[in-house]
Structures are given as C-alpha cells and as structure tokens.
C-alpha cells in the first residue's frame, strides 16, 4: 500500500496577523518532512470562498513551492475544479505541464466538479451542468497535454481553435488521472473511464472490499479510458493522529477531524453562511459535546497507536486499497504533533505496508494487461490532423501596418521600434 497525505489548508477562527503564513510554512515544512520519510504522497485540494474549511485557491501555487522543498514524493491535485468557469481548459494543461516539468515528473491530476453554493454561484456555474462540464473538460485537457497541435473543439461547454498547447509534461502520455468520489456511483464512473479514484467517503475498512470490487470488475468490463493511459487505483481518505498513548492520540486527532467534518458540513450541508463575518469554529464549539466520537465515523480508524494504525490498514490492505490518504492537518492540530505522529507513522507503521508494494503493484498491472488493451481497443481517440489540414493563422501586425503619419506621432522609442518590426517583416516575407 501507498501513503499520502492531505491539504485543505483549515484556518478556523480567529485569524490573527500572520495565522496564513504560518500555515502555508508549516504545510511545506511537513511536505519536506513527508518526502525524506518516505510517504508517497503530497495532495492538495482546490476550493475557493470556503472560509475556515480550505484557504488552498491556488493549488498549483502550493505544488509548485512544495516541489523544490522535496525530491521524491508525488504531488497530486486533490482536485483541479474542471469546469470551464472555474479554469480555463487549456490554462489547465499548461499548469500541470509546468508542475511536471519543475517537479521533474512527479505530477498526479486529480480531477472534480465541485459542489458548493458558495463556489458553484461565486464563478457562476449551472450546478445541474457540472457533472457534464467535467467530463468534457476532462477528455479534452489529456488531448491537449498530449496532441501536437491540439486539433481544436466545438464543444458545449469550451470551444477553442487548432493551437499546440506547450509546454508538454514529462511523464508520457501525461500524469495520472484521478477524480474525486464520494459515492459508489463515481467510483463505478472513475471505473468506467479507466481513472483513478479518491474516495472521501470515510467509508467502514470493511466496506471499502465492496468498493474495490465493483471498481476493478467495472473496469475489466466497460472501461473506455477517457485520457490516453489508464489509472486503475483507488485511494482512500481518513483522519490521521499517531501516538504510542491511545488517549494521547485521540486528544490530538478527533478535534481536528470532527473540526473538519463540520465545516465540510457547514459549506455543503446545512450552513447559513455570511462572507467574512459567519464564525463556523464558535458555532461547532457550541455543539462540540454533542457531537461524540460516535460522530467521527469510521474516519478515525487511523487515529490511534501504532498498533491500532496497522490493524485499521491491514483490513484497507487486504481489501485491495492501493493507497490511504492521511488528514493530518484539521481544525486546530498543531504542526509539531503532526510532525511527530507523521514520524512515528514512517518509524513503526509504513514499513510492514511499503516492504512488498512494488511486487504487489506489479501483479496488479500484468493482471489487467488483457483488460487495459481491450480497454484501448473500445475508445475512439480524437483523430490528428495531418498536415495539410492544419490551419494557418497570421499575427495581426497592428504595430507593423502602421501608416507613416501614425509612426510620425510616436516617441522616438517607439516609432524606432515599430520600424525594426517592420524591417523584421520584410525580410521574413522575402526568405
């Protein structure tokens, strides 16, 4: 099993002078911590306008500073929001282009709709069509990241002309993709697609058996892969708090995770939320005694000692979970205890779990060969276009087609300029 661990960058209030740098220093500083430990793993989420439950609006930022702290541990996108109104297609795949390449290929591209009032309205999406937008965009984005030009689309939700999209990543045909899932319907679709799924359903060990098998006879029976390789992996995320002392450990970890599943709730569930003055942390401590351990779910499986740890990753393990992804910083948690559990995690619980994953991995892959080229042999890529039917376009030359009275009235910087332009163009036309 691989191990990851899981950024949505929590602040709750109040903030003080400072409180967001410190935040973002400490996330870099465990992600530094992570890499020479050994865990797999660094995602990253993108959420916008979600106060207190997530200040990461500019993931690929975050990635990008976190790449050259690091040398080994993946960076995923625990989502790029897809659709159109949020990013722009093919603003997209320059990013993750440009994280791969600075990354030195260590890029994975979670992908996701998004669901919030707050998020959906604030960049004016049709919550009914998003499910749609993802789709489309999705496809479309693996085509730009790896067709040379992109032949260009006439879509319902983007259109954009023949252009070669640069730069292109380093992992071939580009970084794995994933989408995001919280129901077993997404995780059948993640299946269907041949992508990867991140489940944040903090789902029973027990019951993740049920998941994974539905995921991997899906895939072996209907994938149509919409990228240009397949992914056939499923993550799971739960609470993290690691300590020698069981009540240490839960001290230290239900908080944060009851803080985060609050919040969360807050935002997509029941929460009457005024921007910039609606204090959620005062409202969950109003209710925090009602709210009991029982309330943490099977989500807090991974908070406890080592031995607790490893018996909770055993069942997800045996399930054939491939890899387990960590919140480890939520609500109020502190960075030092994160440090330590995230050490004591590396020292006493990953090594049983990381000994045999390379030959565990490798069985996997040639077991779904067979399925992974029937997989291929059902999609019907975007054809490239040939030469000849790659159009040509001409800049617009406003500078150069200057008339000489225009050139007349311009500084003296600019009309020297505007006349080397010139010069420029009509040795261009005459080669």
């Known amino acids: 099993m691989r191990f990851g661990i899981f950024y949505e960058h929590q602040l709750p209030r109040p903030w003080q002078d400072g409180a967001e740098l410190q935040l973002f220093q400490e996330a870099l500083d465990q992600v530094e911590l992570a890499d020479r430990l050994g865990i797999d793993y660094a995602w990253e989420v993108e959420h916008h306008f979600l106060e207190e439950y997530s200040h990461s609006s500019a993931p690929e930022v975050f990635l990008a500073a976190a790449s050259q702290r690091s040398h080994r541990i993946r960076l995923g996108h625990g989502i790029v929001l897809m659709p159109p109104g949020y990013n722009a297609p093919a603003r997209v795949a320059e990013r993750l282009a440009t994280l791969d390449l600075v990354s030195a290929g260590r890029v994975d591209w979670g992908t996701g709709e998004s669901a919030s009032r707050a998020e959906l309205e604030g960049f004016g999406i049709d919550a009914a069509e998003r499910r749609a937008m993802w789709r489309e965009t999705v496809e479309q984005v693996a085509n730009m990241l790896v067709m040379d030009p992109y032949p260009g689309f006439n879509g319902a939700y983007f259109s954009m002309p023949v252009r070669n999209v640069l730069p292109k990543p380093v992992q071939k045909p580009h970084p794995p993709i994933w989408v995001a899932c919280s129901n077993r319907e997404t995780i059948h679709l993640a299946a ?17 058996r049920h998941w994974v098998a539905d995921y991997y006879e899906t895939f072996k029976r209907e994938c149509v892969p919409i990228g240009h390789a397949v992914n056939p992996n499923i993550a799971m995320v739960t609470g993290f708090s690691c300590h020698p002392d069981a009540a240490e450990a839960a001290r ?3 908080d944060g995770f009851r803080f985060f599943q609050f919040a969360l709730a807050h935002h997509y569930v029941f929460g009457k939320h005024t921007p910039g003055r609606t204090n959620i942390w005062s409202r969950y401590l109003a209710v925090r005694e009602q709210l009991g351990s029982e309330m943490l779910g099977t989500g807090a499986g991974c908070i406890g000692t080592p031995a607790q740890l490893r018996e909770s990753l055993r069942i997800f393990q045996d399930a054939g979970v491939d890899q387990t992804i960590f919140i480890q910083q939520g609500g109020k948690n502190q960075h030092e205890h994160i440090c330590e559990a995230l050490e004591l995690f590396a020292d006493e619980v990953m090594p049983e779990f990381k000994e045999k994953e390379a030959e565990r991995e490798a069985r996997k892959m040639e077991a779904l060969g067979p399925a992974i080229e029937a997989a291929f042999a059902r999609k019907q890529a975007m054809p490239p276009l040939g030469d000849d039917e790659i ?6 030359g406003n500078t150069i087609a200057l008339s000489d009275a225009d050139l007349a009235k311009m500084p003296e910087a600019n009309r020297r300029r505007a006349l080397t332009l010139r010069r420029i163009a009509e040795i261009a036309e005459q080669a």
Not at 391 to 396: M, S
């Open 192 to 208: 269907q697609l041949g992508i990867g799924a991140l489940t944040f359903a903090f789902i029973d060990p027990t019951e993740a």
């Open 252 to 254: 230290r970890g239900h």
């Open 391 to 396: 159009p040509t376009y001409q800049a617009y």
